[in-house]
C-alpha cells in the first residue's frame, strides 16, 4: 500500500515536472522573441534627434527661412529621483508618510530630515506593502552611494532580518548621504549662475513646482485608469466620453459614484476624474456657470499639491471600499509618467552651459540636453508671403493623443493579430518621427504652410536597453537618421524688395514739397488729405517671359518681433493695419477696397476694339458730366470742365470717365463681364493663380467683378464699373498681369515659387482671351503717350525716354469723404515688354500721377532697379519679336 502511494505520488511529482519543462520550453524556445521583446520595452529609453526643416531662400540664393541648431533644457523626474539625493530622500520620506515636504526643504534641511532613514528599524517596516517596501529598498540603497549586487543583498537582508538601525548596519551611510547634500548644493548654485537664476534657490523650486504638476497627472491618471477597470476598457476610452456634457456623462458619472461609495456632487467628482475639454469647462463671457464649470474652475484655483491631495484621498477610500477596481494603479501610473513626461526648462543654452552638462552629467541627474531647431528669418522682407510657426493647437495635441493611446493600447497587448501589429508598427514609426510634439511648431502661414509637408522633415531616434549590468554602456538596439525638410526657392528678390521699401518712405517725404512746386489744381485738396506718414503701398513687377515676381512690396510692415510683441494692439487695427498684404490685396476693410480706377480702362478699350477695331476712332465728347437716365444726378469727369470731343487715344491718355462711361455703356453688360472674368477679375477664390492662392487669406476677396444681372440691371453701376469702379475689385499683382496681357497677350499665372521638392498646389488654368497686335500697338501708344506727351497724366513724372515706360494712372473713390487711392500701372519696355508693374497708394488723396508713378521712377534710380531694366533692354536687344509692328 505504501509502496503504491510512493508510485503514485511519484506520477504527479513527474507530471508536475514535465509539465514545467513543457512551458519552460513554451517560454524559452517557443516565444523567447516574444518575451525578450516584452523585456525590453520595459526598460527601452528612446532619444528623438532633430530634423532641419527646409529653407526658404529667395531666387538669389539669400535665406529667408532657416533652422538653426540649439540645445534647450529639459527636466525628466524619473531620472531625478534616482540620481539626486534630494529627490531620493522626498520620495522616501512620502513611502513613510512624513509629513508634507518638498525638493526644497529637503536639500535645505536635508542633514535633519534624512534622519528619518537612518534611524530606521526594520520592525519600523514592518506593516508596509511589499512594493511600497521595495521603493523604499531602492531610495536606502541609493542614499548609501553603492548600488552594486553586494550592497544591494546587504540591504535586503536587513529588511529582512535586521534588528539594529540602517545607519548602524551601514557606517559610511550618514557620511556618504551628507557628502552628496553638500556636492549637489554647490552643483545646483554654479548651475543656476550658468543659467543667470535671479532669485538663488529658484531653480530648485521649479524643479518643485513640475514635480508637483506631475504629481496631479500620476493621481489622475491612475483615478482614471481605475474606472476603466470597471468598464472593462481604456482610461483614453473613459476620458473620451467624460470630455464633454450631456446624459452619457452623467449617467458614467453617476454609476461610479454609486459604486465607489463617494460623497460630494457629482460635478465635483467630474472634475476630480476626468474635466471636460476646455471649451466646455469656461463659460462664455456673460454667461453663468454650469455646476460642471463652477467645480472646474474651484479645483482650478487651489495649488497642484492641493490637487493631487485631493485625487489621493478619493484614491485612498477606494482602497477601503473598492482595492480591486484601484490595486496596483498608482504605482503603475507613477513609473509610466515619470518616466515618459519631460519637461522643459530653458531654451537657447549658452555654450558654457551645454559643455557643464555634456562633460558632468552625472552631477546632474534628471537634466538633459536636447538639441533642437530654432527657426530664424535673418532677411525682414515679404513676412507675410514667406509666412510664419506656430505651436500646435489644442485640435492638433488631441488628434496627437489619441493616436498615442491607441499606440499604448495595442502597446500592452500581449497577443496582436496581423492587422493590430501593422497599425502598431506603424503608429510607433508616427509616434517617433512624424508626431507633434508640444513644444515643436509648424507653418501658420504663406509658405510655410502651404509648403509644410515639404519644408518638414521627420525626427530620427535612438532607442536603447536602459539599466544594463553594473558599469557596462547603455546597449543601442535601433537607429534611425533624422531627414531633413527639403528646402524651397521663391521668385522673390530680397536686394529689390528692401530697395523699394526704401523707396517708399522717401517718396512719401517728397510729395509734398513736389506737389508745391508744381501746384496743380487740386493742391488744395490733396494737402489737406495727403498724410505722408500713411504710407500704404502695393507694389509688385511680374516677369512676363517666367510669371516670377522679383518685387512684391506691402507697406506699412512689422517686423516679427514686433509682431509677436504687439499681436494684441495690430490685430484690432482697422486702418492702415500691417496685417494684410496689399499687394496681394485681400483683407481689406471699407476704406482700403481695391478700386482700381481708371488703371481698368484699358481693359475696358481692349474689350471695345475685339468687337469693333473701328472702335479706335470713336468719339464721344465729354462735356465734364453726364447724367443717365436711371440716375438722380449726374456722375462727373475728373476734368470737371470737360474734355470736349474726344478719341480713345486721348481719352486713355487724359483719362476722360465720360468717354468709358459712354463706351462701357454702349459695349453692354455682356461683353464687360465676359472680359473681366476670362481675365482674372471673378476669381475671388481662386485669385490670380499662385501657389498661395487657395491655401492662404492673403487674396481673400481681393479680385471681384459684379454679377452680370447686376450690371444688366443697373445702368449706373455699368457705367461706373467700366472706369474701375464700384462693381470691380484688385490687387495690385491681379493688374500686374492684366497689362502683361496688353501687353503679350498673354494672361501670365504668377509664380512664387521656383524649386520645391513638392508639387505646387493646383490651381486651374484660366482660358486665355485672344487680344490682337493691333490692338495691342494702339493701346500701348497711348499709355506711351500717358508717360511721355505733354497732357499725359503721368507726364510731370518725367521718366527717362530709353525706359520705355507704357503706363496708365488711376485715381480710385473709395467712399464719401474718404481720400482716393491712387495707382500706377503698365510695363517696360515697350519695344519688347519684359515687365509688368503695379503701384497702389492707398486713401492718399492723390492722383496717380502725382505719387504712384514716382515710386516706380525712384526704385528704376537704384541699383537694384537697373538690373531689371538691364534685363529688360536686352530683351529689346535681342529683337524676340512674337508679331509684326
Sequence with gaps: MRAQRLQRLALVFVAVLLLLIARLFQLQVLEHEYWTETARNSRIGQNTIPFRRGRILDRNGAVLAADRQAFDLYFRYRDFRRGFVAAQLLEALRLLEYPQAGLVDCLQNGEQLGEWCLLLKPENLAGMDTPLQDDLRFYLTGLTGNRSFARRTAVQDWFDQGNTTFASAFPDARDYFHQSLIEARHNLQFLERLLEVEEPGSLLQRLEDRRQQLEVMVARAALQDAAARVYSSTSSWVRTQLSKPGEQREEILGHLHERWELDGTLAHFGTVLAPMSRRHSIAEEGEPLSADQQAFEDFQQLEPLQQAQVIEAVLAHLRVVALDDVSGVLRAQTGRIHRLRVIALERDLDFDLVDLLSQQPDDYPGLYLQQVTQRMYPIEVARMVVGSLRLPTEDDLIEDQLKRERFQDLRRQLFRTDAEEAEFRRLRDWWWSDSLAANERKGQEGIEKVYEPVLRGSRGYLQELEGGADGELPLELLFSPPQNGIDIKLSLDANMIAAAERVIPKVYRDTVPRLHAQ???????????????????????????????????????????????????????????????????????????????????????????????????????????????????????????????????????????????????????????????????????????????????????????????????????????????????????????????????????????????????????????????????????????????????????????????????????????????????????????????????????????????????????????????????????????????
Excluded at 501657389?691 to 450690371?711: C, D, G, I, M, Q
Excluded at 443697373?714 to 470691380?728: E, F, K, P, W, Y
Aim: hydrophobic share 35%; glycine share 10%; net charge neutral.
Design 519 to 885: 501746384r496743380p489744381a487740386n493742391l488744395t485738396k490733396a494737402l489737406q488729405q495727403f498724410n505722408p506718414n500713411a504710407q500704404r503701398v502695393g507694389f509688385v513687377i511680374l516677369d512676363l517671359e517666367t510669371g516670377e515676381v522679383p518685387v512684391l512690396v506691402s507697406t506699412p510692415n512689422v517686423s516679427r518681433q514686433e509682431y509677436r510683441d504687439n499681436y494684441d494692439q495690430l490685430k484690432d487695427m482697422r486702418d492702415g493695419t500691417p496685417l494684410r498684404n496689399r499687394a496681394l490685396g485681400g483683407g481689406y476693410y471699407g476704406n482700403e477696397q481695391p478700386y482700381p480706377g481708371s488703371t481698368f480702362k484699358p481693359m475696358v478699350a481692349a474689350a471695345a476694339m475685339a468687337l469693333d477695331p473701328s472702335t479706335w476712332n470713336r468719339r464721344y465728347t465729354c462735356t465734364g458730366a453726364i447724367k443717365p437716365s436711371a440716375a438722380n444726378k449726374p456722375i462727373h469727369c475728373d476734368k470737371r470742365t470737360g474734355h470736349g470731343e474726344i478719341d480713345m487715344r486721348e481719352a486713355l491718355k487724359k483719362s476722360c470717365n465720360v468717354y468709358f462711361y459712354e463706351l462701357g455703356n454702349d459695349l453692354g453688360a455682356g461683353v464687360l463681364h465676359e472680359t473681366a472674368s476670362k481675365l482674372g477679375f471673378d476669381s475671388a477664390q481662386s485669385g490670380t493663380g499662385h501657389e498661395l492662392s487657395l491655401a492662404t487669406r492673403l487674396e481673400r476677396k481681393a479680385n471681384y467683378f459684379a454679377p452680370l444681372k447686376e450690371l444688366q440691371r443697373d445702368i449706373l453701376a455699368r457705367m461706373r464699373t467700366s472706369i474701375g469702379q464700384v462693381g470691380v475689385l484688385a490687387s495690385p499683382l491681379q493688374m500686374a498681369r492684366l497689362f502683361g496681357w496688353l501687353a503679350t497677350g498673354e494672361l501670365v499665372r504668377p509664380k512664387l515659387v521656383l524649386e520645391s521638392g513638392g508639387a505646387s498646389p493646383a490651381v486651374e488654368a484660366l482660358p486665355q482671351l485672344n487680344i490682337s497686335w493691333q490692338t495691342r500697338e494702339r493701346i500701348a501708344e497711348a499709355l506711351s503717350a500717358v508717360v511721355y506727351e505733354n497732357g499725359g497724366t503721368a507726364y510731370r513724372t518725367e521718366f527717362p525716354a530709353e525706359w520705355q515706360i507704357v503706363g496708365k494712372t488711376g485715381t480710385a473713390e473709395v467712399a464719401k469723404n474718404v481720400p482716393t487711392h491712387a495707382w500706377f500701372t503698365g510695363y517696360f519696355p515697350a519695344d519688347q515688354p519684359r515687365y509688368a508693374f503695379a503701384v497702389l497708394c492707398e486713401n492718399t488723396g492723390l492722383h496717380g500721377g502725382q505719387i504712384a508713378s514716382y515710386i516706380l521712377k525712384e526704385f528704376l534710380f537704384t541699383e537694384e532697379g537697373k538690373v531689371l531694366l538691364g534685363e529688360a533692354a536686352s530683351n529689346t536687344a535681342n529683337g524676340n519679336e512674337e508679331a509684326p509692328r
